[in-house]
């Protein structure tokens, strides 16, 4: 297989160390498009690196987009140019659009997807929706592809791209928020910064663990946590009295209907 990435930032160096990593491309067969002049050493150990869309993209099975959206209008006209029909273009830029990238490439065989951040170690989870044009083949290509970031799901509807992104695409950023919280106030309670970030962190991993180790849902786990007048009781009253659960809903739905509205801008 033969694997064009434009865009070597988080994302694209991301993808390039995984499909080397689980050898599902050769170095000689990852061209690299980068736009700056310097600091390639890293992405020259992956693959060959230019700084222009040609002809040499030709010969490649998969061309991936991966820059930022609002670089993504100068980069198209260049690239329309040299895309082969029967290539296909897998883009992780939010908002854009299967519309908008096949008018823009003037391309048929478009993909969409939406990783998140921590498939910069392999561990992400990317939803992907694909141009009915796309072969059997080459949808299995593109998973097997998404697959070696992390986990790869197809959804046969566009727009469910959309709750896709406020739920794992800015997934992490609310995890963080926790745990950001929850240092600060094991601090506050008196706890050696080091020690309430263990503790927390260790947490996270293990509550994460302990779901998908055990067959119980959510609800049942939180209950096996609380007992009648403890601890964990006296936390979910502030919750409850504050509303968090509404909050938290609202904050998602809100980042939604936003990659609703960025798609169609
Ligand atoms: N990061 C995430 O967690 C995440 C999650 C979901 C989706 N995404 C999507 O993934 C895409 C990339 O995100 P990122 O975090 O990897 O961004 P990034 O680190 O800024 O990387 C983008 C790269 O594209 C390069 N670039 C821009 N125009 C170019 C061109 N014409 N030719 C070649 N290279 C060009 C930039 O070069 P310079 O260094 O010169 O600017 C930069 O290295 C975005 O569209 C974003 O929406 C990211």
Redesign the pocket.
Known sequence: MRITI?????????YARSFRKYGLVKSDDLLL????DSGHEQLERLGRVT?T?DGAITSSDLVI?????Q??G??ST?LADVLRADQVVL??????TLERLSVALRHRTVVRA????P??IGMGITAYTTATELSMRQTLMVEQLLNSTGRAVHLSNETLLDPV?ALS?SG?AYIFHLVRTMIRTGTDLGLEPHVASALVKQTLLGSYHLMEHSDRTPDELIKAVMSKGGTTEAAFKVFERQGLENTIHDAIVAASARATELARS
């Open positions: 434009v865009g070597c930032g988080n994302m694209g160096t991301a498009v980068v736009r700056s700084r869309v987009v991966a820059v930022k959206p670089d993504f100068a980069l260049g883009s992780i830029m939010a908002g854009i939406m990783p998140n951040a498939a910069q992104t695409g992490p």
